[in-house]
């Protein structure tokens, strides 16, 4: 079975410091991965999206960066933080579907705290 | 990109069953309908899926009607365990889904 697994869980960071959160998944290959925050209260917001290895999409210009080095690894990534970068980060994986009826699953997510 | 209307929040009491409609009137032919159920500090977790009739899981019910604009997850004989937010995306090919703001269930004992 395929397994998601983010980290770190949760995060405390200065403003202008930098930032590494890391995705991987198990038990698949070649997945479409994404990228999302979750402000509090509020709808997932999708950040950045991969269909394959190098290939990043971005949805929001934003403060944030994402990287796939390897098939089944996602990191998202920032030089400086601002204040504004705090909230909920989601990884989610999904299984390519020519036809439509892709299914997305997440991760258990990081908080991230900037002070 | 297919928005989505659903009810802010909704309460309900143990062991009744729960009807949450979404609407979407500017589905595109190839979007799927999928609900996703959040507990706070947890990823989404995806509920069911449907194109069109009904479809029916170990969780959950979706009614889709023929013209495509509206559904409706039915969640039978809730548990406390069920208060959550609970989104309804629709989607295509690509999955750019959007997530609106979702549905607050407070299931009350």
């Known amino acids: 079975s395929q397994t998601i697994h983010q980290w770190p869980a949760t995060l405390v960071q200065p403003v202008g410091s930098p930032l590494s959160l890391e995705c991987t998944v198990e038990?698949?290959?070649?997945?479409?991965l994404y990228w999302y925050r979750q402000a509090a209260g509020r709808g997932l917001q999708l950040l950045f999206y991969?269909?394959?290895?190098?290939?990043i999409s971005s949805e929001v210009p934003q403060n944030l960066s994402a990287s796939r080095p390897q098939d089944r690894q996602f990191i998202l990534s920032s030089k400086k933080l601002l204040l504004s970068d705090s909230g909920f980060y989601l990884c989610?994986?999904?299984?390519?579907?020519?036809?439509?009826?892709?299914?997305?699953?997440f991760g258990p997510g990081t908080r991230l705290l900037v002070l | 990109l297919a928005k989505t209307t659903q009810p802010i929040s909704m309460d309900s009491y143990e062991g009744q069953e729960v009807n949450i409609t979404c609407s979407h009137n500017?589905?595109?032919?190839?979007?799927?309908i999928t609900w996703y159920q959040q507990f706070p500090s947890q990823g989404p977790r995806f509920i069911i899926q449907?194109?069109?009739t009904k479809v029916t899981n170990e969780v959950a019910s979706l009614f889709i009607p023929a013209d495509r604009k509206s559904s409706t997850l039915s969640l039978p004989r809730v548990s406390l365990s069920d208060t959550a937010v609970y989104y309804c995306?629709?989607?295509?090919?690509?999955?750019?889904?959007?997530f609106g703001s979702g549905t607050k269930l407070n299931v009350k004992p």
């Open positions: 995306l629709v989607g295509g090919d690509f999955n750019k889904f959007y």
């Open positions: 500017n589905i595109a032919t190839n979007d799927y």
């Open positions: 989610a994986w999904s299984n390519k579907t020519p036809g439509g009826g892709e299914t997305q699953y």
């Open positions: 449907g194109y069109k």
């Open positions: 038990g698949t290959s070649n997945p479409n």
């Open positions: 991969s269909v394959g290895i190098g290939q």
